[in-house]
């Protein structure tokens, strides 16, 4: 059985940093891509990032770009994201989620998601 679990998620105040990990478990970890989302009170859910899993392929979201930098620790059964320069836009429940095939930053595109770690970017 599939299981993701975030964690870091704080309250930071503009300009700071954090680092989020999503632990992963019940599964073949190499075979699988993993994504970073996001949801924001009364907005859809949104891709941030995510890496493929044997060559380490990356992508962002354009608002992230040179802020957010998604990696694994393949040994750990690990993903970091690392968030710098934090902005009150980027405040938002983040969620990993994993998949076969291809990365992509599409919601619909996972199937397995973990319960979510919130983050509140506030002065």
Known sequence: QVQLVESGGALV????SLRLSCAASG???DY??????RQAPGKEREGVSCIS????IT????SVKGRFTIS???AKNM???QMNDLKPEDTAVYYCAVRQGAQTLLVDDYKNWGQGTQVTVSS
Request: glycine share 14%.
């Open 53 to 56: 899993n044997f060559d380490d």
């Open 27 to 29: 599964f073949t970890w």
């Open 79 to 81: 993903v970091y994201l």
């Open 32 to 37: 699988f891509g993993v994504g970073w989302f």
């Open 59 to 62: 992508y962002y979201r354009d």
């Open 13 to 16: 105040q503009p300009g700071g």
């Open 72 to 74: 694994r620790d393949n």
